[in-house]
């Protein structure tokens, strides 16, 4: 695999970055687990010290290192106050946070050389818009090295073209934080995450009145420049000789996206800020760095500077 994709697996259909092993029936938590190579657990160890005025090995109290039980790999160096959250026990999390057998586990692995995990899984009951089915999606994602605490938000597929849909920053109802603390996988932090996340179909609901109001709107020619530099400058007014061209040119592969690209010959969202939308998400996901490698497409996708260009994009529409 790609050099930052480490292991992975997935049921169904290819994902549209075509990495992982592919499992021909819906996994359980084991045997997501077992696909996706993550049945490893990992250790804190102390950390030692030498020099040459005292060339005795010494122990630095304040540190450990976590490092993985398999291989010895170092993660990372940590304040001792560091509680890992193993593999097992975020599928654990996830299997409590969801509801035994309600979730269907679509996709999970292990970046960076172990250092990062996720858990993708998919919850039942699709939406749909204009006769277009939406899959909802959970994705948890854990930090060995510390990088990042442990998070899970709301991400949604269209089946018609696999775009990936981040909500990833729409709140404190979409996301959820649990730093590596002792407490961080206690029964109340479930109860936390099940509040914060909106289990109860709080965000699915409002996704899903927005993404139709979006769906029932029209995007006229004004403004449809004023969102592209919106999405990729973060300036709906930014003056043309002031984008740089690489810029320009994402900007216009979007915009010819928004009319020809996959998915987007739905008759009921021709020329509507739906349509808009999911072409800029189809840029983010599928053309945006394609000088990168696949799975660091993914990640800005779901996580980085990829899902910005794609939040901006739906801020900006609900507000216009």
């Known amino acids: 695999m790609p050099a930052n ?9 290819t994902p549209w970055h075509g990495l992982g092993t592919k499992l021909d029936k819906v996994a359980t938590s084991e045997e997501a687990i077992i ?14 010290t030498k020099n040459e005025v005292n060339p005795a090995m010494a122990t630095i109290p304040e540190f450990v290192a976590v490092t993985r039980d398999t291989d010895g790999q170092v993660f990372n160096i940590m304040k ?14 996830f299997d409590e946070l969801v509801g ?37 999606f959970l994705l948890l994602v854990n930090a060995h090295d510390g990088s990042r605490a442990r998070e899970m938000f709301h991400t949604g597929i269209r089946v018609v073209c696999s775009n990936t849909l981040a909500m990833a920053d729409n709140g404190a109802k979409s996301k959820f934080y649990a730093r590596h603390t002792v407490n961080s996988l206690s029964s109340a932090k479930v109860a936390e995450a099940r509040e914060a996340l909106g289990i109860a179909d709080r965000f699915y609901a ?14 006229t020619a004004e403004a449809r420049p004023k969102l592209l530099k919106m999405a990729f400058t973060g300036n709906p007014e930014t003056k043309d000789d002031e984008i740089w061209h690489p810029i320009k040119v994402a900007m216009d592969k979007a915009e010819e996206l928004i009319t020809v690209g996959k998915g987007n010959n739905n008759p009921n969202i021709q020329g509507t800020r739906y349509q808009a939308y999911n072409g800029i998400v189809e840029y983010v996901d ?29 801020d900006y529409l609900l507000k216009i």
């Open 286 to 314: 599928y053309f945006r760095g394609n000088k990168k490698t696949i799975d660091q497409r993914l990640s800005s996708a779901w996580f980085g500077s990829g899902n910005e260009v794609k939040q901006r994009a739906w």
């Open 35 to 48: 696909a996706a190579g993550l049945d490893w657990t990992v250790s804190l160890n102390p950390v030692y």
């Open 206 to 219: 409002q996704f899903e009145e927005e993404a139709d109001r979006l769906a029932n709107l029209q995007l």
């Open 5 to 13: 994709v480490e292991t992975m697996m997935f049921v169904g259909e």
């Open 80 to 93: 001792k106050r560091f509680v890992p959250t193993q593999n097992r026990q975020a599928f654990q999390f």
């Open 100 to 136: 035994e057998k309600k979730a269907i586990y679509h996709t999970a692995g292990s970046l960076q050389g172990g250092k990062v995990i996720w858990i993708l899984a998919k919850l039942p009951e699709d939406l749909i818009i204009k006769g277009e089915e939406i899959n909802k």
